[in-house]
């Protein structure tokens, strides 16, 4: 996300004018006073799934989406399921050499268990298992999953390396000193995994897009559709877009994800009036440490204030 501030102006604006003129501007200037004050750089989305009514700031550039990534594999598993070309309950040996290092679920797992793909599925999405991800990217494939979005009509949103594959290219790029390297400003501004032409990518505007297929049931099957907004409800991180909207009677669906300095989460928000919003925030931190609170927080002030717009309130 290093776009010139002119063009990430003009390209709010644009956001901005999709819908009611000037309180749609409003709303986006909030937003990019809301990244200001969190010291990130940011873009966003976010639209009435049942209207059509739209806010942003910067929707359409393209971004690295590192595992929000594993929402379009998700759907792309669903999709072979619905059309009789894979067994959800197909069990797999996920054996402990080769797997994909991570922090949560089976990469962080000693022994080699045996699970079917909807569990490996509800890994991926809850803990954002890079483990459970590749061994389902290795069933459905990449080809796949771009064949996925390309029915969705989403352009720019691709699929193009396994999560390992980002991991071992952030090893290749931080060098001899390895992960202490990836919070030097050097090392960052090389880092293949954080340039969106070279990675897994899409837009805001496109993942937006996508759910709000997912949650019309537009795409998949009724039950798939279903089965598929049944995981990204039982995500356990509250610290990005959940954040926002903390109130017992309002649910947040979402995945996150991150990378050095990237910080992100597209999700849908669900009122108990019936006002549904599907949301994507993107942003890359000034600092760069491991743990900055502010830059995970304001994914949920900016999504607050984008679902607070299209909700029409000041």
Same mark, same amino acid.
């Given at each position: 996300m290093n776009d010139a501030p002119e063009e990430r102006a003009r390209q709010a604006r644009a956001t901005a004018a999709g819908g009611a003129g000037r309180p749609r501007t409003a709303v986006a200037d909030r937003i990019a006073a809301a990244f200001a004050d969190a010291g990130v750089d940011g873009v966003a989305h976010a639209v009435d799934i049942d209207r059509g009514t739209e806010v942003g700031y910067g929707a359409d550039r393209l971004v690295c989406t590192a595992s929000v990534h594993k929402l379009c594999l998700l759907l792309a598993l669903h999709r072979l399921a619905a059309a009789g070309r894979l067994d959800l309950t197909e069990q797999v040996e996920c054996a402990v050499e080769g797997r994909t290092p991570g922090g949560t679920g089976l990469a962080a797992m000693l022994d080699a268990p045996r699970m079917s793909l909807r569990d490996l599925a509800y890994?991926?999405?809850a803990v954002s298992d890079n483990a459970a991800a590749d061994l389902l990217l290795a069933r459905v494939g990449l080809?796949?999953?771009?064949? /996925?979005?390309?029915? =969705? %009509?989403?352009?720019? /949103?691709?699929?193009?390396e396994s999560f390992g594959a980002t991991q071992e290219g952030m090893r290749e790029d931080a @060098?001899?000193? @390895?992960?202490?390297? =990836?919070t030097d400003p050097l090392v960052l501004a090389r880092l293949r995994a954080l340039d969106p032409t070279h990675g897994n990518r899409s837009t805001p505007r496109e993942l937006t897009s996508l759910l709000r297929a997912l949650w019309r049931d537009e795409f998949l099957p009724a039950a798939h559709g279903a089965a598929v907004r049944r995981l990204l409800g039982l995500q356990?991180?509250?610290?990005?877009?959940?954040s926002g909207f +903390?109130?017992?009677d309002v649910q947040v669906f979402g995945k996150t994800g991150t990378l050095p300095t990237l910080?992100?989460?597209?999700?849908?928000?669900?009122? +108990? #009036? @019936? %006002?549904?919003?599907?949301v994507a925030v993107f942003t890359r931190a000034a600092d760069t440490g491991l743990v900055v609170p502010?830059? #995970?927080?304001?994914? %949920?002030?900016? %999504?607050?204030?984008?679902? #607070? @717009?299209l909700r029409g309130i000041a």
């Open positions: 890994l991926m999405i080809e796949e999953v771009n064949h /996925t979005t390309e029915a =969705l %009509g989403l352009r720019l /949103t691709r699929a193009v @060098g001899p000193a @390895g992960a202490r390297a =990836l356990v991180w509250p610290h990005r877009l959940a +903390p109130f017992d910080r992100a989460e597209a999700g849908v928000v669900a009122y +108990p #009036d @019936g %006002g549904r919003y599907a502010a830059a #995970d927080a304001v994914i %949920g002030v900016v %999504g607050r204030t984008a679902v #607070d @717009g």
